[in-house]
């Protein structure tokens, strides 16, 4: 198994990883050892994010498989 850097920043995005950025994007505060445990699959990090938050697990899965933004769309969709 490799090591990972910090957020993942060193993964290529379509790595297995790229789901855990996601995670880790979107709620900070996760345990990044129980985040690792959950080996980059989407049912076990909702579970392990569903006892920090009060959203439904269906809902934090939705979450979890939106893309990304970037930069670019940011500035044609606001301006």
Do not use: Y
């Amino acid at each position: 198994m490799t090591k990972h850097k910090v957020f993942h920043v060193d993964c290529p995005p379509e790595n297995r990883c790229a789901i855990d950025r996601r995670a880790l994007s979107r709620w900070p505060g996760i345990d990044r050892q129980a985040l690792a445990n959950c080996r980059h699959d989407p049912d076990r990090i909702a579970r392990l994010i569903t006892r920090s938050t009060s959203l439904p697990e269906e809902d934090i899965q939705w979450l979890l498989g939106l893309p990304r933004v970037t930069i670019d769309e940011v500035d044609i969709w606001f301006g």
